[in-house]
């Protein structure tokens, strides 16, 4: 099992800067990936950024060049920088693990509220 514990949301005005941290803990062998999920109210939750652990990255298209997504393998912890924020950011984000052992397993965080106000 692995255990993920998110930090770093809260409110902030349009234009402004938050820093996401998440810290995984437990069976972190074989981590692959690790990234970021949202979701806003009434809506799916959608793919916000990922990272490999070759270091390749991808961006939903509503945040590149907005968000960076960056991670420490020694301390099993990915970020997520996101400056410019929009209010249509606005949603609770999730962090997301990939284990790879016989099969790959997705953990996930409790999530985090990020609420941009206009």
């Known amino acids: 099992q692995v255990q993920l514990v998110e930090s770093g949301g809260g409110l902030v005005q349009a234009g402004g800067s938050l820093r996401l941290s998440c810290v995984a803990s437990?069976?972190?062998?074989?981590?692959?990936?690790m990234g970021w999920y949202r979701q806003a109210p009434g809506k799916q939750r959608e793919l916000v950024s990922v990272m490999s652990s070759g270091g390749s990255t991808n961006y939903a298209d509503s945040v590149k060049g907005r968000f960076t997504i960056s991670r420490n393998n020694a301390k099993n912890t990915v970020y997520l920088q996101m400056n410019t924020l929009k209010p249509e950011d606005t949603a609770v984000y999730y962090c997301?693990?990939?284990?790879?052992?016989?099969?790959?397993?997705?953990?996930w965080g409790q999530g985090t509220q990020v609420t941009v106000s206009s």
């Open positions: 997301n693990v990939r284990r790879f052992s016989a099969y790959p397993v997705d953990y």
């Open positions: 437990g069976r972190t062998d074989s981590i692959t990936a």
